[in-house]
Each structure stands twice: as structure tokens, then as C-alpha cells.
């Protein structure tokens, strides 16, 4: 049965607040990105694996009810989720890491975390900025990793971009695959998004929070990216870019590269930042 591309509620408020626990997550084919890059993840939450002969990486876990997902997902590319070896976040807000500490007793896969998240999912939630109440199963913590540094398995090489604001260790992983004979550059945005009652302003809890933005604009904008990817799907339009693909059965193109698409999200969020920023700032 095809899968309706109308979101749910629940999909909507994950999408726009990035939390939400308990409410039940909604399957979505598993798929081929670019080269040996996939999407596993629920309908609104993205997974992304990136397979090598040596293991597997995933990154996100989504809440632990999605982890059930994952495994489906995975399985049905013919994959198995024992050979996932390391396990990377967008940032440590429940959506995208609350069912880590689960993938991670599945697999025992290492965790790896840019600094800034890593005790918030290593103390399950305990410290994050403006959820001060969301928490989830704690989840020991392998590596801490600093912007720029790279994560290699297999001869796969991943960048993790500190893009932080929207949380304090918010990460966008950069690499590069090898689609239909051409390496393209894939990017997927940790969360460029102020999300509503975030202080950009006199804010005690997270005074650099404003800088931290502006920082994280001026990365992503630098960043090189063909195959457009993110937190959310929505970020990049992946329902109708999924669809796209099913029905581009020739597969000549691919409609996950989309290097306009992530130019104007950056600058339609830049905008929304400055905005936030201005109307903030005039109170
Ligand atoms: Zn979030």
C-alpha cells in the first residue's frame, strides 16, 4: 500500500517543536539517497545509514518507539542492524536521540557526540536548554567529538560541522558518496530552526545562543552540498523527493541532489533567525 504523504499531527509537532515523546511514530519506506547512503527513519523523523564493508553508521535513533522502525527499515534494504558500529545524533533533543540508549544495546555500537550534547545524552535529556523537563534512557557516551573532526569507518569519511544554536552541540554531517559515477558532496543540517520560546536575547540559560546561530549560519553557508539532507525530513522536502524517485524508474537523475533547495532553506532560516532576532532585540 502506498504510504500516505499527508503528515500527522503528531508529525507536524515533532516537526515544529523537535519533541513530543508517546504519541505512536509513523513507517516510511526505507530508500536509497545517494550511493550507499539510505533513509530509515519514521515518516518524520529521519535515520540515515551509511553502509561500508566494515559496518555500518547510523545517524539519529528518533525516540525509542522508533527504533522498531529503524530495524524494519534497515532489514528491508538487507541490512542488519548487529553490523551498525557507530551511532551519531543531529543534536540531543528527544526526537532524534531519545532511543539511543536502545539502538545502542541492540548493536553495541559506539556513540559519538559533539561537545555541547554529549551530557545531555549521556544524562538522558538532564541540561538541555529550554525542555528543561524532557528526558529519556541515559546512554553512556564513547567519543566527544569537536567541530571538524571526522568519523571513519570502512573507507567511508564523515565531517561533523558544529552548527550549534539550536542546541549547544547541534552537529551537520558532511561526506562525500559515489552516485551513478560522480561523487557528490551529501549534507545533513543538524537543525538551523529558533524554535518557539527560544530567547535569542538577555538569555541566562544560554547567553551565546544568539552568536551561536549567526556562527552556525555563516558554516552551513560555506558548506558544499549536493545530495540536500536534514534532521527532518521536511527539512528538504524528502516526501516529495521520495516520490519522485519511485516514479523516475530510468534513475538517470537523482532528485535527492538538489544544491538550489539548500541554498534557499539556509537563507529562508537565516531570515527567520534575523527576524526572531530583530523582533526580540526591539522589546
Ligand atoms: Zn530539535
Not at 104 to 128: C, F, P, R, S
Amino acid at each position: 500500500m502506498k504510504a500516505s504523504l499527508v503528515p500527522t499531527l503528531a508529525a507536524v509537532l515533532w516537526m515544529s517543536a523537535g519533541l513530543g515523546a508517546g504519541a505512536a511514530e509513523e513507517p516510511f519506506p526505507a530508500h536509497r539517497v545517494a550511493g550507499n547512503t539510505y533513509y530509515v527513519g519514521s515518516k518524520a523523523l529521519a535515520t540515515y545509514l551509511i553502509t561500508t564493508p566494515e559496518g555500518h553508521i547510523l545517524i539519529n535513533s528518533g525516540f525509542e518507539e522508533t527504533v522498531p522502525l529503524i530495524r524494519v527499515g534497515v532489514e528491508s534494504l538487507g541490512f542488519k542492524l548487529r553490523d551498525v558500529k557507530i551511532i551519531l545524533a543531529s543534536h540531543a533533543h528527544s526526537d532524534h536521540v531519545a532511543g539511543h540508549a536502545l539502538l545502542q544495546e541492540l548493536t553495541g555500537a559506539k556513540v559519538y557526540v559533539m561537545e555541547g550534547d554529549d551530557k545531555v545524552i549521556a544524562n538522558g535529556g538532564e541540561g538541555q536548554y529550554h525542555y528543561t523537563s524532557s528526558r529519556w534512557k541515559k546512554c553512556p557516551v564513547d567519543r566527544v567529538l569537536k567541530d571538524g573532526e571526522e568519523v571513519k569507518l570502512g573507507g567511508v569519511t564523515l565531517v561533523a560541522k558544529k552548527t550549534p544554536g539550536h542546541t549547544r552541540g547541534c552537529t551537520t554531517w558532511t561526506w562525500q558518496e559515489m552516485d551513478r559515477g560522480m561523487a557528490v558532496n551529501v549534507v545533513v543540517i543538524g537543525s538551523p530552526n529558533v524554535n518557539p520560546g527560544y530567547r535569542l536575547v538577555d538569555n541566562k540559560d544560554y547567553p551565546e545562543i544568539a552568536a551561536d546561530f549567526a556562527k552556525t549560519f555563516e558554516t552551513l553557508k560555506s558548506l558544499k552540498c549536493d545530495v540536500f539532507l536534514g534532521a527532518h525530513g521536511d527539512y528538504y522536502g524528502m516526501l516529495a523527493k521520495y516520490e519522485t524517485s519511485q516514479t523516475n524508474t530510468a534513475r538517470i537523475s537523482n532528485s535527492f541532489v538538489d544544491p538550489e533547495g539548500y541554498k534557499a532553506y539556509v537563507d529562508l532560516k537565516e531570515k527567520a533567525y534575523r527576524k526572531t532576532l530583530a523582533d526580540q532585540s526591539s522589546k
